[in-house]
């Protein structure tokens, strides 16, 4: 049987036993006999950007801008860091400036928080108050992350001795009351500033992420792009920082925005309950302290402070399950 002889189109031409074939592969119906399919642009060859692979960042950030929570929660919290930042932008006053004959008045012109039991301008004292908080939430995520994802990087990385030691220590950790841990640690502190209160939740903080980035090194390590690397001689340092770490960074991410929202309420619990910030510090959770006892005759007293509060956590979280659900993929 004669061989089947193939022309430049790729299409099998005619032989001699069968006649005109004029198959090829991909024609379509319109195709005639014997006819050279084209190519179209854009095929195999082509090296445009449409081609391109997208990463895992990428295709993040595209969800991202696509997601209303994000936006919406991205707003809320670019506002508050410019408040922190320049605080006098929107409030002129000072919070520490008080007028006793003034004490637990409501709206007055100039005045739209009214007053708290000190006479002091709340309005002020709320949009000030942003700043400890901010200042507290982003320094404490910073350090716990920093702290939290190296310890458990090399202990997930290296394992051995090392793992053992710190899935211990973790336990330890864990067994501790956060408040009631708060109340004895930072009850014999009688600084005034945010860093005591930023020590204290970086101290019991890291372990949960610790953990988590534990868990995601172990899983990153196993990938045959690292047994890959580890084959043609890569060093830990090199496997590590290039191969493993950007491809376990992401659920750290998601944990450390989730948790900074709660690092903010866990400074109001704690300066509500006397052993966080105190006065003369500015803060939403002395605020609301001062407050609670005057909540019947003077509610606006706890409202707004109370209401920063909320709609600042609420702000850190809506981002963190936007951010989740951006790096996520088992949910694309």
């Not at 372990?207 to 043609?232: E, F």
């Amino acid at each position: 049987m004669p061989e089947p002889k193939y022309d430049d189109g790729g299409a099998i031409a005619a032989t001699g036993a069968g006649g005109g074939a004029g198959l090829a592969m991909g024609q379509g119906e319109g195709k005639g006999e014997g006819e050279t399919p084209e190519r179209p642009p854009g095929g195999p060859q082509s090296t445009g950007p449409a081609d391109k692979p997208r990463s895992l960042w990428s295709d993040a950030w595209r969800d991202l801008r696509r997601n209303p929570v994000f936006i919406v929660s991205g707003v809320v919290i670019a506002f508050l860091v410019v408040i922190s930042l320049w605080p006098s932008l929107i409030a002129s006053g000072n919070p520490l400036q008080c007028d006793l004959g003034k004490a637990q008045q409501g709206y007055r012109p100039g005045h739209p928080f009214g007053f708290d039991r000190q006479g002091c301008d709340v309005y002020t004292r709320t949009v000030y108050g942003a700043r400890t908080s901010v200042t507290v939430g982003v320094c404490s995520t910073l350090g716990v992350a920093l702290l939290g994802s190296v310890l458990g990087g090399l202990a997930g990385f290296f394992g051995g001795a090392w793992d053992a030691l710190l899935s211990r220590i973790t336990d330890v950790f864990f067994g501790i009351p956060v408040v009631l841990g708060g109340l004895v640690f930072l009850s014999v502190i009688t600084s005034t500033t945010v860093w005591p209160v930023i020590g204290f939740i970086v101290l019991l903080g890291w372990p949960q992420i610790a953990r988590i980035a534990r868990g995601s090194v172990i899983t990153a390590k196993q990938n045959d792009y690292v047994q890959a690397a580890r084959a043609l001689g890569a060093s830990n340092s090199r496997m590590l920082l290039r191969h493993v770490t950007p491809n376990a960074i992401a659920p750290v991410i998601v944990v450390a925005t989730i948790a900074l929202g709660t690092y903010i309420s866990l400074e109001a619990t704690l300066s509500y309950l006397g052993v966080g910030l105190k006065p003369p510090a500015v803060s939403w959770g002395i605020d609301i302290s001062a407050a609670s006892q005057y909540v019947r005759n003077a509610p606006h007293m706890l409202l707004w402070p109370a209401g920063a509060l909320a709609v600042t956590v609420l702000a850190f979280i809506m981002l963190g399950d936007a951010v989740r659900d951006a790096l996520d993929p088992k949910l694309r």
